[in-house]
């Protein structure tokens, strides 16, 4: 069975960091695309940056670029998401979720994903 968990979010102050894991079970995750996105409060749920299957491109959305990184461990079947130098408006539910096809790509909308994990709150707050 397919199952996808996030986890590392939480309450920080704007400028400090925090490491989101999305640990996966039921499948090699280096066989699929990987994608994070995040939905705040009224808004649409965006991508935020995802990773390639075999060849490990990453993509990251405008907002987070030099701030965010995507790595992958394959010995633990977990993607990461390292968020640095945190704004207020990165304050947002973030999800992992899952091509459901066996492709190379990630940059794709958040449409095609097909598995999604429950989700991990970040909140970044004077």
């Known amino acids: 069975q397919v199952q996808l968990v996030e986890s590392g979010g939480g309450l920080v102050q704007p400028g400090e960091s925090l490491r989101l894991s999305c640990a996966a079970s039921g499948f090699p995750m280096n066989d699929y695309p990987i994608g994070w996105f995040r939905q705040a409060p009224g808004k649409e749920r965006e991508g935020v940056s995802c990773?390639?299957?075999?060849?490990?491109?990453?993509y990251y959305a405008d907002s987070v670029k030099g701030r965010f990184t995507i790595s992958r461990d394959n010995a633990k079947n977990t993607v990461y998401l390292q968020m640095n130098s945190l704004k207020p408006e990165d304050t947002a539910v973030y999800y992992c979720?899952?091509?459901?096809?066996?492709?190379?790509?990630?940059?794709?909308?958040?449409?095609?994903?097909?598995?999604w994990g429950q989700g991990t709150q970040v909140t970044v707050s004077s």
């Open positions: 990773i390639s299957s075999r060849s490990g491109t990453t």
């Open positions: 979720a899952r091509s459901p096809f066996l492709l190379e790509g990630c940059l794709r909308p958040r449409q095609y994903y097909a598995y």
